[in-house]
């Protein structure tokens, strides 16, 4: 037997990463892999973080966060959805990512299996098979009018051993938003199912035609079976701190205190006053970025559109474009040598799961300027390419 369990020592490598290594540290990349915008954290966020370090707020704090930061977190739930939630169910964690894997730890037994709608973020079901799950992938479908979801095959993938369904609305990599419908029809079959349902908003506000995705805290009664897992990294541009949170049923406070505990015990204290900053007053940020956002998801469509042999499709939210180029199969080749032929960074559609083995991703929150320039040499690139 190995020193390490088989669930980690068999886990695959993230193929966004393996790119991401041929152009990390390289200035003449233009690096599209990541979810990251080219932006640093609005100064008013990082004045109050440093405010509170110079003050000498560097003291363990609450496993769930400072009071203060929770109060927050229940004004701006209550600006955006009109829903009210007691702090008791609210958790600030050391990330999105940190949300999931505390979620799939309480939840997961060894045996167990998770249904997750891909195209998705990998880590969300590396997490998963960390704790011992399998992982079913539903695929959405892409055509014309963007991606689609069957709920049925949803619920055909599940059984007596599923205890969660993952979905992320506005998703990533492919900025589907699910349909208030269908959101009610998914809460009805876990209600009535006793699965949970792990809804990813961590795009929230990365939209362009409302002010706010739907939530499913605006359907699901306090007991319902849904965790909502948030992140302070991309509506405020704060990546790099690493906070995000998580909003879970009425009842499960105890446990969270203790996978907290277990887990990190809690956020530095000086960070959580940067996000009270980013929640309090950080309205016009978001509507700013989100309309820069928009900006280059329009540079990228238009320019996508003209490009022979690309067929892009149609996202709602979230700040990616995802294209198939006609006689590209190969993906991760085609990633590796955009980054050293183009010096272009991309993500390759094998890293996300069933239904865009095929696809091409790139993250267009950046400059007007850069996404230009990315085009260009995007397009000579594919007149170009052929597979071996
Ligand atoms: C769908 C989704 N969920 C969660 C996360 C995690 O965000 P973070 O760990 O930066 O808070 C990401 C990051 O890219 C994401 O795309």
């Not at 891909?118 to 079913?136: D, H, K, L, Q």
């Not at 961590?202 to 805290?217: C, G, K, N």
């Not at 309309?291 to 022979?308: D, F, H, T």
């Not at 067929?311 to 955009?338: H, I, W």
Request: aromatic residues 10%.
């Amino acid at each position: 037997m190995g020193l390490i369990r088989a669930e980690i020592d068999t886990l695959e490598d993230s193929p966004i990463v393996d790119v991401w290594r041929l152009g990390y540290g390289r200035p003449e990349v233009i690096g599209m892999f990541a979810g990251e915008p080219d932006v640093p954290t609005p100064g008013f966020i990082c004045d109050a973080a440093a405010r509170a370090m110079a003050e000498g707020r560097t003291f363990y704090t609450p496993n769930r966060g400072i009071p203060t930061l929770l109060d927050a977190l229940v004004d701006y739930n209550r600006a955006q959805y009109g829903v009210t939630l007691p702090t008791r169910r609210i958790a600030l964690t050391g990330s999105g990512m940190n949300a999931v894997m505390l979620i799939a730890q309480g939840l997961i037994s060894p045996g167990d299996n998770v249904v997750a709608i891909t195209p998705s973020w990998p880590n969300i079901m590396r997490a998963c098979e960390i704790c011992g799950a399998g992982v079913r992938e539903v695929a959405m479908t892409s055509g014309a009018c963007g991606w689609s979801l069957d709920l049925e095959q949803v619920f055909a993938a599940c059984d007596a051993r599923t205890r969660m369904i993952y979905l992320a609305s506005p998703g990533n990599p492919t900025g589907w938003m699910i349909e208030r419908a269908d959101a009610e029809a998914l809460l009805a079959f876990a209600r009535a199912r006793g699965i949970a349902i792990l809804s990813d908003e961590v795009y929230h506000r990365i939209v362009y035609d409302r002010p706010v995705a739907f939530s499913f805290l605006q359907i699901a009664q306090p007991d319902d079976p849904v965790f909502v897992v948030n992140s302070f990294s991309k509506s405020w541009a704060m990546t790099g701190w690493r906070l995000g949170w998580i909003v879970y049923p009425e009842g499960c406070v105890a446990n969270f205190e203790k996978l907290i505990q277990f887990n990190t015990s809690g956020v530095a204290e000086f960070l959580q006053h940067g996000a009270i900053a980013a929640l309090g007053q950080g309205e016009e940020f978001v509507g700013y970025f989100a309309g820069r956002c928009g900006v280059g998801r329009g540079i990228v469509n238009e320019r996508l559109a003209r490009m022979q042999r690309v067929r892009n499709v149609p996202n709602q939210g979230s700040f990616y474009a995802m294209f198939e180029v006609a006689g590209v199969t190969d993906t991760l080749t085609f990633c590796k040598r955009a980054v050293s032929e183009a010096l272009i960074g991309m993500a390759p559609g094998i890293a996300f799961g069933k239904g865009a083995e095929r696809h091409i991703r790139l993250c267009y929150a950046k400059s007007p300027e850069l996404l230009t320039e990315a085009m260009d040499r995007l397009e000579r690139f594919v007149g170009e390419y052929a597979e071996p």
